[in-house]
């Protein structure tokens, strides 16, 4: 009977140990891996990295460009009836002509249109460089955003609750006051009324967290969400702490802002490819001069007798007919129907254009930091105004509570205590989550990376 007990006791504490290795095996993501996980997966940026190659195979294909085209060309005719034969006589004959050949072609000078467009495809792919680097910095804040509203919807949770703690608390005393007859059964009735109420309202609580989980996790790309996924549970006070001084001016933080932000080097570097792009127009007024070299030869054959068939062999024909050319051609642009002085003004429009657009991505980027920098520095006095304000209603919760559990209240003014006490816990925490959550965009334009 005690092997028995024994060996009950072993598979339960294994199936014990199964079990608290299955709950240690969820996961709990951080911010920095949602953030890294995001980035390795998102599809969007993915399609930016294939226009990324995009502009690889742009520079690829221009710096070719100097290249000799080497090409090749075979041919075979048959002629039937009356023609002219080699002699220049025309008889009554068929024939054969096999023929082959191989031409290069190599520019030499062309205005410095191929260097100047070389320059112009590095730019290109420097700002699609700095273009995915951008939509990587919009994933980050998108990430962080989902991580802090399900940290806040987990706060929630906690004052959800909370409350229903207290409900349950003060029923067991209510019914220890009605028991001894110092208040009447009816606010039994109330305060398990309101129990049932908070316990709905934990539910929902609980599913709003599981709800903003489910989004963090379909933003994530992952393949598959599902209850495993939870993320860490930072100390957010520690945050508050370290962001509550290091708020700085909107002027600071762009002045160090535009010098590194990837939409302004985007925006720079396709200037400078729009200017390489006027020197590739203007190259249209130069000569340009080419080298080309070909050789070819060919094999004829005429059915015909008399003196006009041609008996040669293959071999003899084909060493004796080949043809060696190398030359060089000089192009001299005279007039084009205006052409390449209207490439010339449609690139120096493009040139006012590019900068008109950096000089509006420099305003856009300025505005959004002035926005974070108000929006921060609002959220910072609404979370010390919700401080003092938890501060006040949870003195006056406990005054009503003692109150009531001394028979001098109601179980209405205990309750009105208890939910502006459950109201300011919520307005707090709403306002730490939106502090925080500023103050880390203003870090960002800042240069620093998002973390908690």
């Not at 489910?214 to 209850?227: F, G």
């Amino acid at each position: 009977m005690m092997r028995r007990n024994l060996y009950i006791l072993a598979i339960a504490s294994l199936l014990s140990g199964n079990y608290i290795f299955a709950q240690d095996a969820v996961k709990q993501w951080s911010l920095e891996e949602c953030i890294q996980y995001a980035i390795e997966h998102n599809i969007d940026l993915k399609q930016k990295e294939q226009e990324q190659e995009s502009r690889k195979v742009d520079l690829h294909t221009s710096k070719y460009s100097w290249l000799p085209a080497l090409n090749g060309s075979l041919g075979q005719s048959f002629q039937f009836g009356r023609s002219t034969s080699k002699s220049g006589v025309i008889v009554d004959q068929n024939a054969a002509n096999s023929t082959l050949g191989i031409n290069l072609d190599m520019p030499l000078f062309d205005g410095l249109k191929i260097p100047n467009d070389i320059a112009a495809r590095k730019l290109d792919l420097k700002a699609s460089i700095e273009n995915l680097n951008k939509a990587r910095e919009d994933l980050s804040i998108n990430i962080a955003s989902y991580y802090l509203q399900v940290l806040y919807n987990k706060e929630l949770l906690k004052i959800a609750r909370l409350q229903v703690e207290l409900d349950k608390e003060q029923v067991n005393k209510t019914e220890a006051m009605v028991n001894a007859g110092k208040v009447p059964l009816s606010q039994l009735y109330d305060i398990k009324a309101q129990l049932a109420k908070d316990e709905v309202t934990l539910t929902e609580s609980q599913n709003n967290v599981n709800l903003a989980l489910l989004d963090l996790a379909q933003s994530l790309e992952l393949e598959r969400s599902d209850r495993n996924f939870d993320i860490q549970t930072p100390v957010i006070e520690d945050a508050v702490a370290d962001n509550m001084s290091s708020i700085l001016p909107p002027e600071n933080i762009y002045d160090h802002a535009v010098t590194f932000k990837p939409q302004i080097k985007e925006q720079q570097y396709l200037l400078e490819s729009q200017k390489k792009m006027l020197r590739v127009a203007q190259a249209g007024y130069y000569p340009k001069l080419n080298f080309g070299a070909s050789y070819s030869n060919g094999y004829y054959h005429s059915t015909s007798g008399g003196e006009f068939a041609d008996t040669r062999s293959f071999s003899e024909q084909f060493k004796q007919n080949g043809q060696k050319i190398v030359g060089f051609s000089l192009s001299i642009p005279l007039f084009n129907r205006f052409q390449v002085r209207n490439s010339v003004r449609t690139a120096r429009i493009n040139i006012i254009n590019r900068e008109l657009l950096m000089e509006n991505t420099k305003k856009t980027l300025y505005k959004e930091i002035q926005q974070a920098y108000y929006n921060a520095t609002a959220s910072q006095e609404k979370y010390t105004a919700s401080d003092k304000s938890v501060t006040a209603s949870k003195e006056a919760f406990n005054y009503a509570q003692e109150r009531y559990n001394a028979g001098k209240s109601t179980v209405f003014e205990f309750n009105e205590a208890k939910t502006k006490y459950a109201q300011s816990l919520a307005e707090q925490a709403q306002a730490k989550y939106d502090f925080i959550f500023r103050t880390k965009i203003l870090d960002f334009y800042n240069g620093n990376p998002i973390r908690l």
